[in-house]
C-alpha cells in the first residue's frame, strides 16, 4: 500500500543564480554558480552526494543532450546523473526523481540541478520548432501559438462565468501587477521594476485579451537542491530542516481534446493533480492549510484559473479574489508569486521548478529578506507545461518537518 | 476626443526591450485615451513642442496606429534623451480623422 511522500526527504541546501539575459555567462558557469550555492547551504562535501537528476528543457539551444553537462561541469566523481525533460515541469521533474531516490533508500544524498541558457538565440519568446519538428507539424498544430492558445482559454472561461471583457482585463492587470511588485523586492529577480495596472492595461495587445504584461518572457539561469533523509539531516545537525509533503504529476490523456466535456475554461491536470497532492500531504483544506504558492504565470490568465484549479478559490470567483487582494503579498490571503514568479523572477525553464522550491525553502527558514511572509508553513508550487488542451502539470507542496 | 499623457523614463522600458527583440531603450510611454463614445483609431504620431521648434516623433511603437475602445487607453514607447525632453511643453496626438489633441508636459 503506497504511503506518499510526506516527510519521508528532506532539503538541506539550495541555490539559485540570478535569471536574466546572462550574457556574461554560460549554462556552465549557472550551473556552477547555483550548486556553490546550495552545497554551501547544505554543508556537506561534495562527495557525499551519491547520484544526480538533470533538469534542461531545450537541449538543442543550450547545454546539448544527456546528463554530462552536469556531470563534468560540477565534476561529479562519476556518480549516476539523469537527465529529465517534462516541457515547464522539467524542474520539479529532476526534483521528483532526487527525491523518490531518497524515499527508495537507494541513495543517502542527492542533487537536482535545473538550468536554462535562452538568451543566446536571441529571441524573446520560445524558439520556434523551426524544420526539425517535423515538415508536417503546421497541420497537425495549425497556427499555433503559446500566447494565442492561452488567449483562447480566457475567451472560454469568461464565457462560461460571464466575466465582462473589462473585468477580466483588470484582474490579469492586478495578477501582473502584483509579480511586478514582489520582483522589486527580489535582488535576484529579471524584472526588478514596478508597473502599474494603468500601464499594464494600456500596454499593446499579443492576442487578446492578453497583453504584453500577460506574457512572461524566458530567462537564463540555474537553481538546484540537495535532499536527504530527516534522519541524515538530523546528524547532519540541520535543525527546522523542510521536507516534502507532496509530490503530483498529471499529464493530459488526450480527454480534453478528444472528448466533449472540456469547455476550454480551466485545465483538467491542474485540478487532478491538486486533490491528489493535497491528499498526500494530509491537507483537508488548502485555502486556510497553504501558506503560499508560486504558480506557472506564463500568462496572467494561467494564474488567474490555476488559482481555482488549485481549489483556493471556488469556480468563478478567481477574479473577485484577485481584485480583493487576495493573493497579494500582504493580503491577508495566500500570497502568490512571492518572489516575482514567471513574469518578473524569469522563466529558465528546466530551473523554473526547482526556484519556486527555493522560494519556499527561503521563506520557510525566514531568509526572504523584504518579501519575507510571516511564519510560513507549507508552501505550494506549480508547474504547467504546454498547452491548455495539452500539458503537463507538476504539484509540489514542502513544509516544515512535523517528525 | 484623446487625452494623451507621457511618462517619461517609464519602468516598463525593460520589459519592452526584454520581450520585444530588437526594440531597447523605449523610455518614453505615451498613453492616449479615448474619452469618447465612439471607438477611435490613434496614430502612431506625436509632435513635441518647444516653443520655436517642433519635433515630430514617427518611429513609434506599435506602428501603424491603434484602434482605442471608448474609455480605454493605448500606449506607445519609443526614445528619448533626457535633456531634449526638458526642452518640451507640449505633446499633440492625432487621429485618422484629421483630429490633434495636445496635452501639457
Known sequence: MATGIKDKVAIIGMGCTRFGERWDVGAEELMVEAFQECIQDAGIDKKEIQAAWFGTCLDEVNVGKSA??????????????????????????????AVYAVASGAYDICLALGVEK????????????????????????????????????????????????????????????????????????????????????????IAHPLGLFDCCGVSDGSACAIVTTPEIAKKLGKKDFITVKALQLALSSGEE?????????????????????????????????????????????????????????ERGQAVKDIMDGFYDLKGGGVPCQVDGGLKCFGHPIGASGLRMLYEMYLQLHG??????????????????????????????????YDG | ?????????????????????????????????????????????????A????VELTTVYPPGGQVIQPGEAAAFYCNMDDEEWKLYSSITAFDDQGGSFTAAL
Open chain 1, 68 to 97: 554530462v553537462p552536469l556531470s563534468t561541469t560540477l565534476r561529479l566523481p562519476f556518480i549516476p546523473c539523469t537527465r529529465v525533460e517534462n516541457y515547464c515541469a522539467t524542474g520539479t521533474e529532476a526534483f521528483r526523481g
Open chain 1, 118 to 205: 535562452l538568451k543566446d538565440t536571441g529571441y524573446g519568446g520560445l524558439p520556434g520548432g523551426g524544420s526539425n519538428a517535423g515538415s508536417l507539424m503546421w497541420q497537425w498544430w495549425p497556427m499555433l501559438t503559446a500566447p494565442g492558445s492561452f488567449a483562447q482559454l480566457a475567451s472560454a472561461y469568461a464565457a462560461k462565468y460571464k466575466i465582462p471583457d473589462g473585468d477580466l482585463k483588470r484582474a490579469m492587470a492586478h495578477v501582473s501587477a502584483k509579480s511586478h511588485d514582489n520582483g522589486v523586492l527580489n535582488p535576484k529577480a529579471h524584472l526588478q521594476k514596478k508597473v502599474t495596472e494603468d500601464q499594464i492595461m494600456a500596454a499593446p495587445i
Open chain 1, 257 to 313: 481534446v478528444g472528448y466533449n466535456d472540456w469547455d476550454g475554461d480551466h485545465f483538467m491536470t491542474t485540478s487532478r493533480a491538486s486533490v491528489k497532492a493535497y491528499e498526500e500531504a494530509g491537507i483537508t483544506n488548502p485555502r486556510e492549510e497553504i501558506s503560499m504558492m508560486e504558480v506557472h504565470d506564463c500568462f496572467s490568465i494561467t494564474e488567474l484559473v490555476t488559482m481555482e484549479d488549485l481549489h483556493i478559490s
Open chain 1, 367 to 400: 531568509k526572504a529578506g523584504e518579501r519575507q511572509i510571516d511564519n510560513p508553513r507549507l508552501g505550494l508550487t506549480h508547474n504547467l507545461g504546454g498547452f491548455p488542451f495539452q500539458n503537463v502539470c507538476a504539484i509540489s507542496i514542502v513544509g516544515k
Open chain 2, 1 to 49: 476626443m484623446l487625452e494623451v499623457k507621457a511618462i517619461m523614463n517609464s519602468s516598463v522600458e525593460d520589459v519592452i526591450g526584454f520581450k520585444c527583440c530588437n526594440l531597447p531603450d523605449q523610455n518614453l510611454e505615451i498613453h492616449v485615451k479615448n474619452a469618447g463614445e465612439k471607438p477611435v483609431k490613434a496614430l502612431s504620431r506625436f509632435v513635441l513642442d
Open chain 2, 51 to 54: 516653443g520655436e521648434k517642433q
